[in-house]
Every structure is written in structure tokens, then in C-alpha cells.
């Protein structure tokens, strides 16, 4: 009784809430679940897709209740502002505390938590002051106070060294559930990329309470992203051919882009808006070179974006391309049909622009976590869009090396593993693309463990929505549209069968 009167009120009260400080019209399938049991209290351990809407998950409870504090550690800076910006943009009472924080704003946040009735509702942090004696000491006075309501764990995958983002500062976060006690406070984590033993270390290392925990997840897989794979021809002697054949092939996909686009909407491409779109590249000198090359055909405006890049130049890059829709073009050239980033993975994780429309790895992406997540960033509004990766043996074998020059070059007990580590995520790296057997994304929920997941008891949308095709993505790869012979005929340019792993069948 006690629980329908629980359900009826906070369902209505979570929508109003949804809707009058979030903005948003309805919940995403499965958000809704989540959030009632991050409400009722329990730990909740969250591995949903990139643009899931996983962070409104600990949002909307730490707004929904008139008190209390909910601490969020999140590993990057970047999007901890992305974060905080648009939380005070919808009036939200939000603060972090991080190395840009200026000594006057750090005293007036602390000061607040400290006062019994913090008006902060949602605190930013990084790991690393989580881990200080200082903050720690602060944070058991909260909790002492009655006043922290819960912990969330954003990126939680950077906890295991079986991730692609592994944080030292993260494996520490064991100290929430051994300190905060008494009462105990409830811990949700969330990440988009954990494979099985990533999972098993965030739940270890966390301290979740498996008796009363609450799994959720969605298919690794994004269904609104049409993935390909593009083969580069093996010219071991001409690289500098190689080079250009590929910069052909991708001008040519962008033309046929465009004047599919054109023909869609039935106007000259010159009035839309231009297209947002992302080539990753491995080296900061790539990301210069090939947007000056891209940006040779006039339809295109390609931007270079590394860590080389000086902070507030990055910024201003990021927030162009973000408002796409009110690009001006550089004097004398027309408006252009596409506003690319060329970027290292400087540029990555949290990346929240919603009309990506196409994400390219011009060279083939060195962990498969980091492939989701890149890829990831394409079609976050929910509407078709494309990932392609460039591949060809030449840059598997010479990533390969590279993993293992930096492992070499390393010195400390962890080397080896982590070199290891590695290595194994580049291998389905080199299975995804070098497959030409299996559907694109069934590889990649195969690659998350999620029918693993499944086993474990994990609750996921209902699925009364699926398309009936004969395609397991509904043709949303190159495998279902192309079949195995089409993909052999383009894989053969690359290389012979014996050059290839044996990963293929
Ligand atoms: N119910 C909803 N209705 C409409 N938009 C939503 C809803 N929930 C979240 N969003 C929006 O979806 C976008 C992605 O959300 P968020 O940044 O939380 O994604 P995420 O799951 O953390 O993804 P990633 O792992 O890729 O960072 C945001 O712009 C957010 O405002």
C-alpha cells in the first residue's frame, strides 16, 4: 500500500519536475525506472549508450526533493562545465570544485555544504579532491549532518584498470561506501562502456551492495548509426597515394552526402544550415594538415582540434560548431554544406552536440571502448547518422607496435597488464573491422557482454518497438546492406587473406 502511494505520487511529482526544470516533454524509455530507484535509495548501477540521457538519471532526483546534497565525481573538466553550465542555465542550484575554481568560490561552496542546510543541490568534483584528506573531512561533516543524499559516479568505467580511461584517483572511490555509513548513502554509477570485467571492478571496487542493487541497461549498440567499415588499399611502397586515394574517397562521400541532402529537401544545400560532422586522427600535425586539406573543396569548413590547441581557442572552436545553425562563412566562400572538427581524442567523452550527423576515424580508433564512445557522439538527437572507420593493414600493424613501444617505454608493475589490456581492446578493434560475417552492431553488443548483462538480471527498455526486418539492425551496416560478398570484394583491396588475423569467421 505503503509503495503505490510511493510510485503515484513521485511519478507524478518526477514528470512535473521533468518537465518544469528540465525542459524535457517525456522520459526516455527506461530513465524513468532508473530514477525511482536512485529515488527510493538504493545503488544503482547504470550501463546505457552514449546519448542515453544517463547523467538527468542522478540529475533529476538531486533537484526533485526540496533538500540535501548529491555529490557527482566526474573525471574531465570539460564536461564537468558543460555540466554545471547547463544545470545553472535551468536554474538549478549547482557548484563544482576543480582546479579552475577560484579560491573565493571554493571557501563560498565549502562554506555552504558546512552550513546544515546547504543550498547546493548538485556538487561537481573532480576524483583527485575526493581523495584528499581536506575534502573528505568536510564531506563526513555533510553526511553527519543528514544532509548527503547520495554519491553519483559519472564515467564510472575510469575505475578499472580494464578500462580505456583508467583514473588512479577512481580506484579510491572505495572509500565512499566504507565511510559513509550510518546512515549508508546510496551510490549510482553510470558509464556507456564496460566490458564484463570493467563491471565486475566498478561493482567490487564501489562496495555495491549486491543484495540491493539495481541493474539497469540498453543495447551498447546505437540503432540510430549506420556503421561501416572502409577498407584502405595496401601500397606498402606509395603511402603518400594511399593518403590521397583515401582524402578522394571521403570528398567523394561528402558530395554524395550532400547532393542526397539536396535532394531530400528540395533546396540548393547552401540554405541549410551546414552539417556537423568529426574526423578523429591519431596525431595533432594529421588533425592540421587534413583540415586544410578537407577545407579545399569550398563546400566544407574544416577546423583542427588537439591539446596542442590553446584553451580558449578550443572553446571558441567547440562553441562555433556547436551553434552550426548560425555559422558564417570566412569571407568571399559561399556558406558551406559541412562544419567539420578534425580532431585528436582530446576531443571525446561528453561531447554533447545533438546533430552530429557523421563521426570518421581516419585512422583506425586504438581501443574499442574508445571507437563507442567517439562514434557515440554522432546522432545524440536521436536521427540517422553515420560511422565510418578508415582501415587498412598498414595502420593496424602500425598501432599495434605503437601499443607496444609506449608499454616498453613504461616503467612499473603494472606494464605488462596494462599493456595487455591494450592490446586486447585493439583486438576487437581489428575484429569489428576486419569481420565481414556478422552484423556491425550485434558485434558491438557482443563486445559490451550484453547478453551477459541480461543473465546478471539487468532490467532494459521493453523492445515493443523493434522494426521487423530480416536484418538484425534493419540494414543500419554495411554487413546487412552489402552482404558478406560485397564486403569481401572491398576487403580484398586491402591486403591478402593471409595478412589479415584470424578473426574474420
Ligand atoms: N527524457 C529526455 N528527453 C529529451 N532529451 C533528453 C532526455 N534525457 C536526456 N536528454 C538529452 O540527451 C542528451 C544526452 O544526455 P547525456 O549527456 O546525459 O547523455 P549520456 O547518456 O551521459 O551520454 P554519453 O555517455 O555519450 O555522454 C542531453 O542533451 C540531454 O539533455
Known amino acids: 500500500m505503503a509503495r503505490v502511494s510511493f510510485v503515484t505520487r513521485e511519478r507524478a511529482n518526477m514528470k512535473w519536475t521533468l518537465k518544469k ?229 571521403l570528398h567523394n562521400w561528402l558530395k554524395a552526402t550532400r547532393l542526397r541532402r539536396e535532394a531530400r529537401l528540395g533546396i540548393e544545400g547552401s540554405q541549410n544550415p551546414p552539417m556537423s560532422g568529426i574526423v578523429y586522427v591519431g596525431t595533432r600535425m594529421m588533425a592540421e594538415q587534413l583540415a586544410v586539406k578537407l577545407s579545399s573543396d569550398e563546400t566544407v569548413h574544416a577546423i583542427a582540434y588537439h591539446a596542442g590547441v590553446e584553451a580558449k581557442k578550443r572553446t571558441e572552436i567547440q562553441s562555433t560548431w556547436k551553434s552550426s545553425r548560425s555559422f558564417q562563412p570566412a569571407q568571399g566562400r559561399p556558406n558551406p554544406t559541412f562544419s567539420i572538427i578534425v580532431a585528436t581524442n582530446a576531443f571525446g567523452m561528453g561531447i554533447d552536440n545533438p546533430d552530429v550527423r557523421f563521426v570518421v576515424h581516419w585512422t583506425p580508433p586504438k581501443s574499442f571502448e574508445s571507437f563507442v564512445q567517439e562514434s557515440g557522439r554522432a546522432g545524440r538527437d536521436g536521427c540517422a547518422a553515420v560511422s565510418l572507420v578508415y582501415y587498412g593493414i598498414q595502420e593496424r600493424d602500425h598501432i599495434r607496435n605503437l601499443i607496444f613501444r609506449d608499454a616498453e617505454s613504461h616503467r612499473g608493475p603494472n606494464t605488462k597488464e596494462n599493456r595487455d589490456v591494450k592490446v586486447l581492446s585493439f583486438g576487437k578493434v581489428i575484429k569489428y573491422c576486419e569481420t565481414i560475417t556478422r552484423c556491425r552492431h550485434e558485434l558491438i553488443k557482443e563486445f559490451f557482454g550484453d547478453h551477459e548483462l541480461e543473465e546478471m538480471g539487468s532490467q532494459r527498455p521493453a523492445s515493443d518497438n523493434v522494426p521487423v526486418s530480416s536484418s538484425p539492425c534493419d540494414f543500419a551496416c554495411d554487413f546487412c546492406k552489402e552482404g558478406r560478398g560485397g564486403l569481401a570484394m572491398r576487403r580484398a583491396k586491402m591486403g591478402s587473406e593471409t595478412e589479415l588475423y584470424a578473426y574474420n569467421e
Open 21 to 249: 526544470v528540465f525542459k524535457k516533454d517525456g522520459f526516455r524509455p527506461l530513465q524513468e525506472e532508473v530514477i525511482i530507484s536512485v529515488i527510493e535509495g538504493h545503488d544503482v548501477f547504470l550501463q546505457a549508450s552514449t546519448s542515453f540521457g544517463k547523467s538527468l538519471c542522478y540529475q533529476l532526483p538531486a533537484v526533485l526533493k526540496e533538500w540535501g546534497l548529491t555529490l557527482v565525481v566526474c573525471p574531465l573538466l570539460a564536461l564537468m562545465t558543460d555540466q554545471v553550465n547547463y544545470l545553472k542555465g535551468l536554474g538549478v542550484s549547482v557548484a563544482t570544485i576543480n582546479s579552475n575554481t577560484s579560491s573565493e568560490e571554493r571557501q563560498r561552496v565549502m562554506d555552504d555544504m558546512l552550513c546544515g542546510h546547504p543550498s547546493t543541490r548538485i556538487l561537481y568534483v573532480t576524483p583527485e579532491l575526493l581523495q584528499t584528506e581536506n575534502f573528505r573531512r568536510r564531506l563526513l561533516i555533510v553526511h553527519r549532518q543528514r544532509q548527503l543524499v547520495r554519491v553519483a559516479i559519472d564515467e564510472a568505467h575510469c575505475i578499472s584498470e580494464w578500462g580505456h580511461d583508467f583514473r588512479t584517483a577512481y580506484k579510491e572511490l572505495g572509500w565512499l561506501r566504507k565511510n559513509l555509513v550510518n546512515p549508508k548513502i546510496p551510490i549510482t554509477a553510470v558509464t556507456a562502456t564496460a566490458t564484463p570485467n570493467v563491471r565486475e571492478d566498478i561493482i567490487g571496487i564501489l562496495g555495491l551492495n549486491l543484495n540491493d542493487l539495481r541493474l539497469f541497461n540498453t543495447p551498447s549498440d546505437r540503432p540510430n548509426i549506420h556503421y561501416e567499415v572502409r577498407y584502405r588499399p595496401n601500397l606498402e611502397d606509395d603511402s603518400a597515394e594511399a593518403e590521397s586515394s583515401q582524402l578522394l574517397n
